[in-house]
């Protein structure tokens, strides 16, 4: 209901679509919703059954899904000597579990309708990160997830992409994780600011406006060509 979330969930209503802000926090999702003056749910993405309850109601309240934007997710900072299997399910239970199951059942309502969209929130893939490994594989495991489906899916006029933000951080729920790992790195948080920052050909954070605006074109008549992709918005980096 923040950061990320909110950002897409304005740009969506700017576009033109019915949102609904869906979070694990009541309350969250509430203000955020009144802030913007769109509607709302209590969503736990860990639990089966408020998945299959939440997109049912959503689709019969709005007469179907049009897209659904899957953005939750759980990020620790860990080397893998130090990580307990019962870190690797907390995480996997959110991040890739959380996001099949909600594709699933945005898939049951959108094959018949005919038409829909899926967007899954990843990462940066494709290179080793220290203290990340956990959250990067649990994410890579949704690039896969979206590949699959997408294929699935075609033959029903359901399109489904991912898109992978770079650096994230400052003023968005990824800054604790990156302090964390500047904490985990002994370094102060200036000196890694720069670092994070002189590592981005662009130059600068990837902002919460910068994943909204990739999601807004995958749902956009320029990207009905578009499926099985994972758009990458990191600067270069």
Known sequence: AGGIGLAIATRLMADGFAVVIADRNAEAARKAAETIGVDWRA????????????????ARAHGGLAAVVNNAGIHMQSLVVETRAEDWDRIHTVNARGTFLMCREAARVMGPQGHGHVVNIVTRLGYGNPFSSVYMASKNAVAALTQCL??????????????????????????????????????????????????????????????AGAISWLLGPDAEFVTGEVISVAGGA
Do not use: Y
Not at 43 to 58: K, W
């Open 150 to 211: 997408a294929v699935e899916m075609a033959a029903t006029g359901v399109r489904v992409n991912a898109v992978a933000p770079g650096h994230v951080g400052v003023g968005t729920g990824m800054e604790a994780a990156f302090r964390a790992k500047a904490n985990k790195l002994g370094k102060d948080w200036d000196a890694f600011e720069k670092q994070v920052v002189g590592s981005i050909p662009l130059g600068r954070w990837c902002k919460p406006e910068d994943v």
């Open 43 to 58: 969503l736990d993405i860990a639990d089966e059954g408020s998945i299959v309850e939440t997109v049912g109601s959503v």
